[in-house]
């Protein structure tokens, strides 16, 4: 098992830039989420899917950022255009099924000079 | 108002001694709760969950749970300089989501 998988590590872009985060979770789990991790508001949920449909994006702060799941085994989350305040890491976890444990990929950092 | 509040240190304990962290939540209606460990530049990793009154013990790790007083703790015992991370607390948050809160960092000093 593979475990979550994340792409890119780490991103450095300028203001305005279009940022693109990838995701493919563990084979079989069920449910999907996108995190933001900072150290003034610690781990914020984003949104999150189930069977590969949005539940709940109330955490996605502003239009400027929206996610895909176009099939079980992939995500992303877009940011367009990026701003500075944007800089976090970005978590992607998943879990087998509801209420159980989320099991987390390694992270993006994101830094948006 | 937050779901989960933790005290965010940092904790600093000597190495072989007990570790107590504690975890408050808001929702009388969490049946389950979850610690995760985040060492510096990582991700978050599930070391315990506990769903019953009591205690629940894991080799080193002990959670404690109280309904009725809305707390849940982690006990580390002999504590080794490894177990220096930020510990996380997470109550559910609807049908499917964890609500996480801020951490506490713990520094255990050989």
């Known amino acids: 098992d593979a475990g979550v998988i994340q792409s890119p590590r780490h991103e450095v872009t300028e203001m305005g830039q279009e940022v693109t985060l990838r995701c493919k979770p563990i084979?079989?789990?069920?449910?999907l989420f996108w995190y933001r991790q900072t150290m003034m508001r610690g781990l914020e949920l984003l949104i999150y899917?189930?069977?590969?449909?949005?539940?709940?994006d109330s955490g996605m702060p502003e239009d400027r950022f929206s996610a895909k799941m176009p099939n079980a085994s992939f995500s992303t989350l877009k940011i367009q255009p990026s701003e500075p305040r944007d800089s976090a890491v970005y978590f992607c976890a998943s879990s087998p099924r509801q209420g159980s444990p989320l099991h987390f990929g390694n992270g993006t950092r994101l830094t948006v000079t | 108002q937050k779901e989960v509040e933790q005290n965010s240190g940092p904790l600093s304990v000597p190495e072989g001694a007990i570790a107590s962290l504690n975890c408050t939540y808001s929702?009388?209606?969490?049946?389950?709760f979850f610690w995760y460990r985040q060492y510096s530049g990582k991700s978050p990793e599930l070391i315990m969950f506990?769903?019953?009154?009591g205690d629940k013990e894991d080799g080193r790790f002990t959670a404690q749970l109280n309904k009725a007083s809305q707390y849940v703790s982690l006990l580390i015992r002999d504590s080794q300089p490894s177990d220096s991370a930020t510990y996380l607390c997470?109550?559910?948050?609807?049908?499917?989501?964890?609500?996480f809160g801020t951490g506490t960092r713990l520094t255990v000093i050989p």
């Open positions: 506990i769903y019953s009154n």
């Open positions: 084979s079989g789990h069920n449910s």
């Open positions: 997470a109550a559910p948050e609807g049908a499917n989501n964890l609500f």
């Open positions: 929702d009388r209606g969490s049946q389950s």
């Open positions: 899917f189930n069977n590969n449909v949005p539940i709940d």
